[in-house]
């Protein structure tokens, strides 16, 4: 019995040893195991961290390959560029075919030629008559007018300024011109027609010259027509400043600016107008001190657009352009951000029936109630949009955009209370828009005198 349990306990201890070790094998294997789960962890941290910043950089990329992609589609419908610059046309769909003939429609006033007193009259009297007999002159005639522009020949005045001597000093005399000539070699209206070529008319130097000689039979060089322009941008200040001065008591004023160079340096072209005067200025500067400058404390009202700047004036007295607006309800539409889209979708709704109404009841289509409680539910429900669309995420532009139109929300509607205002800046566009056709065809300016005789030419003309 007692080596029965002795061999027992010895068998036990040999198992307990076994466990023992297996025990500690475990307790390697399970230290192991923990560490080799710490550094998984680790990895599946840092592999957690990698894919969220590269979900960010994907983000990133999106927002900027969309951003890319609307500036893509941009064009003068949706921004500020010019029509000239718009890379994808849309073509006009095809209209339905008029069964009208070209030309004069039936019902149409006619223009019928008014006779004009002749120079020259030509009588022109039957000799015989076909069958041999003779003729009996009536006092009845057919009068047939033929108007012809006589050769242009250049009238030439010479002044002899003859000398003398005194018969008692001997002191030497030269008749004097008279006050009217001066020393120009050309007589006023050569000079206005040069200018009028020049600057109305948009011609070069070089081709006003080539004008002179091909019709007014007159050669002159091309210095000539430079120093007659530096004559007339003389005699034009006094005209300038006196529609400076009309322009600064005016009721009302469309500005806008555009860019000029001067000797190759950057510069602005500022337009001031209203439907009777337009005034050209050519600056180095776009700030403020122009329209100081220019109009001083203006009390007037002004239609503009929303460019900063033009916080000068006081915004109770202050239009922004509704073109500039819907230009960019339009690039909201055109957006990739779903959201965005359908808010811009319902402003360039709303902008157009702004027009609609406005149209109608100039023409007195609708009553003017009417109008002001239409009007009145439209501007809550885009104050409301505005704000809806600061709530979107991931379109930092057009956050920044929305928060300059709340800031200018009171200056969207003085056409409204104001009758005599454009809802639009487009006669300041239109006014700049020949501007732009002259710097176009005759390049910038290239000195002081260029730019002032650009200024006071143009502005006799817009």
């Not at 009721?251 to 005034?279: M, P, S």
């Not at 009007?375 to 979107?392: D, T």
Request: proline share 3%; aromatic share 8%.
């Amino acid at each position: 019995m007692t080596n029965f349990l002795q061999a027992r306990v010895k068998f036990l201890e040999e198992q307990n040893a076994i466990f023992v070790n297996n025990n500690m094998l475990l307790i390697k294997e399970n230290t192991l195991l923990k560490q080799t789960v710490e550094v998984l962890e680790q990895a599946l941290a840092k592999q957690k961290e990698n894919t969220h910043n590269q979900q960010e950089q994907l983000n990133s990329q999106q927002q900027e390959i969309n951003r890319l992609k609307e500036r893509l589609n941009l064009n003068s419908s949706n921004s500020s560029l010019p029509p000239s610059r718009d890379l994808y046309r849309k073509k006009k769909e095809n209209k339905h075919q008029s069964h009208r003939k070209p030309g004069g429609q039936a019902g149409h006033q006619g223009y019928i030629y008014q006779p004009k007193p002749p120079d020259k009259i030509v009588e022109l009297k039957p000799d015989l008559c076909s069958c041999g007999g003779s003729l009996k002159i009536k006092n009845r005639f057919t009068a047939k007018q033929r108007i012809e522009l006589p050769p242009i020949k250049p009238y030439v005045t010479e002044y002899r300024c003859y000398h003398a001597r005194c018969v008692q000093c001997q002191r030497k005399i030269v008749a004097p011109l008279p006050v009217e000539v001066g020393k120009d070699l050309l007589g006023p209206h050569a000079k206005a027609i040069i200018c009028v070529l020049n600057g109305f008319c948009q011609n070069s130097k070089r081709e006003v010259q080539a004008i002179l000689k091909e019709i007014f039979n007159l050669s002159v060089s091309l210095g000539l027509v430079c120093d007659t322009a530096k004559r007339v941008n003389k005699q034009l200040e006094s005209s300038y400043i006196s529609m400076q001065q009309k322009i600064k008591n005016s009721e009302y004023l469309h500005i806008d600016e555009t860019g000029h160079k001067n000797k190759g340096e950057r510069g602005w072209a500022w337009v001031f107008t209203n439907q009777e005067d337009t005034l050209l200025k050519l600056t180095t500067s776009r700030g403020q001190q122009i329209l100081s400058e220019t109009l001083g404390s203006y009390s007037g009202k002004v239609v503009s657009d929303r460019y900063a700047v033009y916080n000068y004036f006081w915004p109770d007295k202050r239009q922004i352009c509704w073109s500039h607006l819907t230009r960019d309800f339009e690039r909201f539409a055109h957006s990739l951000n779903p959201s965005l889209s359908a808010e811009g979708t319902r402003l360039v709704s709303l902008s157009k029936e702004i027009f609609t109404l406005t149209k109608a009841v100039i023409k007195e289509l609708i009553k003017e109630n009417y109008y002001l409680r239409r009007i009145s539910k439209v501007k809550r429900e885009i104050g409301y949009i505005f704000k809806k669309i600061l709530r979107i995420r991931g379109i930092p532009h057009a956050h920044r955009v929305i928060g300059r139109m709340l800031k200018s929300f009171s200056m969207m509607w003085l056409f409204v209370k104001e009758k005599g205002i454009a809802m639009t800046n487009n006669l300041a566009e239109r006014q700049l828009r020949k501007y732009v056709i002259y710097r176009k065809k005759l390049l910038f300016t290239w000195s002081e005198w260029g730019n002032q005789y650009v200024e006071r030419m143009l502005s006799l003309y817009l």
